[in-house]
């Protein structure tokens, strides 16, 4: 007697007669095409994780480079006009530049007074009062002074020796 589904003439074969997969015997396990998907969307959730943990708003990082720039020509005119006494007066929301304890006759860079008021709701809460410049450029002491709008710092450091403002 023949197997059912066996052509006349076939050969009777026991490798013939049982499937290679049976659907007691399927595979079980994922594709590597589901492994790959997963990793990808684990990857992405943690950059998103992390870009959210690691944010600082872009209003306190600009006003921190405007600090930087306008320390560096404070600087830079104690350097160049050794005969005055160059220095910046920072407070709360604002700083300005003096030129031998009054307010300068020459106006910060890209600014329309010796005065930059800080904008964004960013203000300076560690380090006020006034930063004077040697004829060298350097403060003498090392300073750090902190900008923060509520929920994130950013720090303008000066190093006392060499004046390198970071």
Not at 111 to 136: A, D, M, N, Q
Request: aromatic share 4%.
């Amino acid at each position: 007697m023949r197997p059912p589904g066996s052509r006349p003439g076939q050969r009777e074969d026991k490798a013939m007669a049982t499937p290679l997969i049976t659907p007691s015997r399927r595979r079980s396990g994922f594709t590597l095409i589901e492994v790959t998907a997963v990793l990808v969307i684990v990857a992405v959730l943690c950059v998103l994780v992390m870009a959210g943990w690691t944010r600082t708003p872009a209003q306190v990082v600009a006003e921190a480079g405007i600090l930087r720039s306008h320390l560096r020509f404070s600087q830079g005119m104690a350097m160049a006009n050794n005969t005055a006494t160059w220095s910046v007066m920072i407070s709360g929301g604002s700083y300005t530049l003096l030129k031998d304890g009054q307010p300068s006759p020459i106006n910060l860079p890209d600014e329309t007074s010796p005065t930059h008021t800080l904008s964004g709701g960013v203000r300076i809460v560690g380090g006020t009062g006034v930063h004077e410049f040697c004829e060298w450029g350097c403060p003498g002491v090392n300073t750090v002074i902190t900008l923060s709008d509520g929920r994130h710092q950013e720090h303008v450091r000066i190093l006392g020796f060499t004046g390198l403002i970071q």
